[in-house]
């Protein structure tokens, strides 16, 4: 009986000891006025408004104007620029490997660490997600995807697998088994789902109620706002809502929902003309509007509901804030730029503070006190009273716009904007080097202007050439698999890749012409998103290549018809 007793006791002891779990949320070009809880009457989020309602609301949030800064941000607690993040494509999106992220403290402190959706922040070893605190990955590195249902070349912990169905109910699927087969343990879940960001698709369930709404509050810019847009992006969020719903019912039911901390926000601002609380900017501007994020956090029993925090915060928080929260120690290392919000999320008033934001974007630059911002031409603007930033008022407050061009000064300093001089590394045993990490030569052509999610076409020259400038970490043979689309009348043609002195040379011989697709399945006319085919993975041969840095070069050595054939990515595969 006392044997009993004792573990009876010591099993309390365990459960009321153990660490809090943590999901976080972040959604893609969602903007600050895209949800009920911030006033939107065109559309009701009501699981999302829940997470406000049951903890806390930042009132001024802050993120930055494109997606991978942002998410730089909150894995490292550190300003993008520090960590090599300075582009949305072409390995300018990679985070430094030596910057530590929430995902390796969470790891060393034992729990369980997945992420379900888009990473934005490099898709080679070291910098893959696998390579970066995470145990489990499923989605897509890149910056954006051309099609959204049962999509190609999926990442799933290093191996390209096709996905099943709608991608945000997906990668939602396999957060909740992440979840489910960790609920006796501490977790770190993060779900970056990859909407409401174009291509506008969204299944008829969702699009159903807004397929010829009216939307009583409309953008800034009337004029420009289109309305099909707009309807889409309206049914993509609350499709989101309903996936957050799901989560929220997950930790409900396997009794978590005490024990785990939830953390919800936007990763810039709206990717359209739309209502957004009359701020001035959208995505891809250093203005209000497109730089402020709602942040939602729910702790039941540590967070009173209704808890709203009024000082600026941003993504370079939420790492020390969490870390916080649960208890897991941040060693010593890199200086973080973020601060713990712990104490207010508890309940204390927070002190008064001079505190200032850095918001940056395509070399352009603004910052943000308590009530003002200095905007990207000097101009300072009292978002108190102009949230749409129509009056500059430097003159009424010289000692501020002085102070704030000040700060600004110092941080330029500290973090220039230098060439993105990294190539991609071999460092894995199974290494993508898709399109978007290539460079064209010729007369090969992308399938659209943007690289995320492109592939490579108008091969027809022997004079033509595709380029990826690679470090190979270790000698070795490696596989080489190119993912292709050869038409049956340009079969034929002599094929050669080569690094340094390794030359391997193989024939085209078989047919594989899928049509394009995707935006057949467009809601509105997307935006830079190629459309997709179903390409077929062609292993060439085998390459005994060296250790060290070269160009990578796929090349035909004879053109059997009018075209050599589209190429959406090739692999290197290091044979044991």
């Not at 989101?240 to 939830?262: C, P, S, Y």
């Not at 702790?299 to 009024?310: H, L, N, V, Y």
């Not at 290494?431 to 995320?452: F, H, I, M, Q």
Request: charged fraction near 25%.
């Amino acid at each position: 009986m006392r044997l009993l007793l004792a573990l009876a006791l010591l099993a309390g002891s365990a459960v009321q000891d153990r660490r809090p779990n943590v999901v976080v949320i972040l959604t893609d070009d969602q903007g600050w006025g895209d949800l009920s809880v911030n006033g939107n009457t065109n559309l009701a989020t009501p699981q999302v408004d829940s997470l406000a309602r049951d903890g806390a609301l930042f009132e001024r949030f802050y993120v930055q104007p494109v997606c991978s800064p942002t998410r730089a941000e909150f894995l490292t607690g550190r300003y993008h620029l520090r960590g090599g993040v300075r582009n949305v494509t072409s390995g300018g999106e990679r985070l430094n490997s030596d910057e530590r992220t929430i995902a390796d403290l969470f790891k060393a402190a034992g729990y369980a660490t997945g992420a379900f959706g888009k990473w934005h922040n490099g898709s080679q070893h070291p910098y893959h997600p696998n390579a970066r605190g995470f145990d489990e990955y499923y989605g897509f590195t890149s910056g954006h995807w051309g099609d959204y249902f049962d999509a190609l070349l999926l990442d799933r912990n290093g191996k390209t697998v096709r996905g099943k169905g709608f991608l945000p109910d997906e990668f939602t699927d396999h957060a909740l088994d992440f979840i489910r087969t960790n609920k006796d343990r501490p977790f770190f879940c993060y779900l970056p789902l990859n909407t409401p960001h174009s291509p506008f698709q969204v299944p008829d369930q969702w699009y159903a109620k807004f397929a010829s709404f009216e939307p009583k509050l409309r953008g800034q810019d009337a004029k420009g706002e289109e309305l099909s847009t707009t309807r889409a992006v309206l049914a993509m969020c609350e499709n989101l809502d309903w996936n957050v719903g799901r989560v929220l019912r997950q930790l409900e039911e396997l009794n978590l929902a005490k024990d785990t901390i939830v953390v919800y926000f936007h990763d810039n601002g709206p990717n359209s003309a739309r209502w957004n609380g009359g701020m001035k900017g959208r995505k891809g501007s250093t203005d209000e509007g497109g730089v402020r994020s709602p942040l939602l956090v729910r702790w039941p029993g540590k967070i009173a509901p209704g808890t709203k925090i009024r000082p600026i915060a941003g993504a370079i928080d939420l790492l020390p804030t969490i870390a916080d929260l649960a208890g897991v120690a941040i060693p010593a290392g890199k200086p973080l730029d973020g601060i713990s919000h712990k104490a207010a999320l508890g309940g204390a008033t927070p002190p008064a503070t001079d505190r200032m934001l850095l918001n940056h974007w395509s070399g352009k630059f603004s910052v943000r006190s308590q009530r003002f911002r200095l905007d990207a031409a000097g101009k300072l603007y009292d978002l108190d009273a102009d949230p749409g930033q129509e009056r500059d008022v430097a003159r009424d407050h010289p000692a501020e716009a002085e102070r704030m061009a000040k700060a600004l000064e110092g941080w330029k300093s500290e973090m220039a904007l230098k060439k993105d001089d990294r190539p991609f590394t071999v460092a894995s045993r199974v290494t993508p080097l898709p399109a978007r990490d290539g460079e064209p030569g010729g007369g090969v052509k992308r399938s659209a202007r943007a690289p995320n999610c492109s592939y490579f076409t108008n091969w027809t020259r022997a004079e033509d050439r595709i380029t990826w400038d690679v470090e190979v970490a270790a000698a070795g043979r490696y596989g080489v698999v190119v993912h292709y689309a050869c038409a049956k009348e340009d079969v034929g043609s002599t094929v050669e890749v080569s690094f340094r002195d390794r030359k391997l040379e193989a024939a085209v011989t078989e047919s594989h012409d899928p049509p394009a697709y995707g935006p057949e399945k467009d809601r509105a006319p997307r935006g830079t998103e190629s459309p997709v085919r179903d390409f077929k993975p062609w292993r060439m041969g085998t390459i005994e290549l060296p250790a060290g840095r070269g160009p990578l070069t796929l090349r035909a050595l004879k053109v059997a018809g009018a075209r050599v054939m589209d190429v959406r990515q090739l692999e290197l595969i290091r044979e044991e």
